[in-house]
């Protein structure tokens, strides 16, 4: 197909990508950029399409155009009925062989330029607000299902947040501001004393929820001196409930901005060719979006590095296994599942070059408390000679807690350790323990990644000095 060539070949060319561009397109049988970018401006336009008449469409396609045509178009990435409805075509579908065209798609998501064509914002929100309620995708579900539960009244969002619809230190952070903000709309009728008292306890109940993510009481108390702020200019309730609205609101845009920064402080650090290995998910799911650790990986992936992911399973609640493959294989960043006993095999046959999680709480010291099972895995990589590497945004440090044996570490039920989703593992009668975080002291620690920067050791300083540069307030 003739035509001139894209505009995005250029940045292609400057990223060096482009002959790996011309390579695949020969391949896929196109007769260059031109013709891809026809192509991919079709597909763009066709997920439109399919978005609005996803039914009739099911019924007009068939057999395997219909499954290339809504693959392409990413209607398996839409909740519930895209989930369906491909369910369907890919049963009809199947035994035909994969195309050639999803292939390539595949290979250029992996280039930004051309991904940021077809995708240009994030196909799933892990927590929104709307005027009916706060949306959270519902991650007790994934990767079976993709629902989005609308959480109406403050309490489902505290049932929501306990119940770990909605986990991962900073988005737990943005849905306790969102679901404050809630609790204040309901409350904004009363006579300002009453709306005082009320507001204080719903900051409480928030602050009750989960104890060991810092990103929680850190949302808690921002809200909180946003609505001592307005009062004390005299504002009544309704004026307030609206101003709590907004901060709720741009805690999230900021989380993800940080998270961005973050990413783009860590990618210095990710070697081409790298293989990471990662523990519970510390990506888009576990924040407002683009995540921290998966951040750092999202971020060296758009510089262009061929890199990959072991993603440590993460018992029990299988966050790695579940959430970690389901957003990176959304984003085609190859993944591979482990189980965490397998860490200290791949790191000793040099099979990782480097360890990369998250945090829910990190100490003025640096010692930093995250999922049960991270500890194990920064004693492994010293002794393996490898750099352990935590990102966090700065909500995560908490300067008030001198060193790690000082964070609360939350007590989960124990049968989510004995049971494997519905099924029992250990008999009937047996107890469990489930200490839900552990703390990794700071010299196992290479470097803090977070949104204004690399903090490397001493931590105490390097830690006090991100604080002052940071956002937090
Ligand atoms: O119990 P969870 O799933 O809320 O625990 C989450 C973690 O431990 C994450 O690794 C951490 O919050 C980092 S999230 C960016």
């Not at 060539?5 to 011309?22: C, E, F, I, S």
Request: glycine content about 10%; hydrophobic content about 45%; charged content about 25%.
């Amino acid at each position: 197909m003739p035509g001139a060539a894209p505009a995005w070949t250029a940045r292609l060319r400057a990223a060096g990508a482009l002959a790996a561009v011309d390579e695949w397109t020969a391949r896929a049988g196109f007769g260059g950029p031109a013709e891809l970018d026809v192509q991919l401006r079709g597909l763009v336009a066709l997920q439109t399409e399919i978005d609005a008449r996803l039914g009739e469409l099911l019924v007009e396609m068939s057999g395997q155009d219909a499954w290339q045509r809504l693959r392409f178009a990413g209607v398996g990435r839409r909740p519930c009925r895209g989930v369906q409805a491909t369910g369907r075509v890919r049963r009809h579908a199947s035994g035909l062989k994969a195309p050639t065209l999803h292939a390539t798609m595949q290979h250029f998501r992996r280039f930004p330029q051309v991904h940021s064509m077809t995708e240009d914002k994030p196909s799933f929100e892990t927590v929104s607000w709307t005027d009916e309620g706060v949306v959270l995708l519902d991650q007790r579900l994934l990767p079976a299902e993709e629902v989005n539960l609308n959480c109406g009244t403050p309490q489902e969002v505290m049932t929501a947040i306990r119940d770990m619809v909605v986990r991962g230190a900073p988005a737990i952070g943005v849905t306790a501001a969102m679901g404050i903000a809630l609790g204040a709309r309901e409350l904004a009728g009363r006579a300002p004393e009453d709306f005082d008292g009320g507001f204080a306890r719903l900051c409480d109940d928030f602050a009750a929820t989960r104890p060991t993510a810092v990103n929680l009481f850190w949302a808690i108390d921002r809200m909180k001196r946003v609505a001592a702020a307005r009062r004390e200019t005299g504002a009544g309730p309704a004026a307030v409930a609206e101003a709590l609205v907004t901060e709720a609101r741009t805690i999230k845009e900021e989380d993800i901005a940080a998270c961005r920064a973050l990413g783009g402080h860590g990618e210095p650090l990710v070697p081409e060719g790298a293989s990471i290995l990662t523990h519970c998910n510390a990506g888009a799911l576990a924040t407002a979006g683009y995540g921290t650790a998966l951040g750092v990986v999202r971020a060296a992936v758009e510089a262009g590095k061929n890199i990959q992911v072991l993603a440590g399973e993460t018992r029990p609640f299988l966050q790695g296994a579940r959430l970690t493959a389901w957003e990176l294989a959304r984003d085609s960043i190859p993944v591979t599942v482990i189980t965490d006993s397998m860490a200290g095999h791949f790191m000793r046959r040099g099979q990782v070059d480097l360890v990369l999680v998250g945090a829910d709480r990190i100490a003025a010291n640096g010692d930093t408390a995250n999922k049960i099972g991270t500890y194990p895995l920064a004693v492994l990589a010293q002794e393996n000679d490898l750099p352990f590497y935590v990102a966090a945004p700065t909500s995560t440090i908490d300067p008030d807690i001198a060193h790690g044996d000082d964070i609360p570490i939350e007590e989960r039920d124990p049968e989510e350790v004995l049971r494997m989703g519905a099924t029992r593992t250990a008999p009937e009668g047996v107890s469990a323990a489930h200490p839900a975080f552990d703390v990794t002291p700071h010299r196992y620690i290479t470097a803090i990644i977070t949104e204004v920067g690399v903090v490397r050791p001493p931590f105490i300083e390097g830690l006090r000095d991100a604080l002052s540069r940071g956002k937090v307030l």
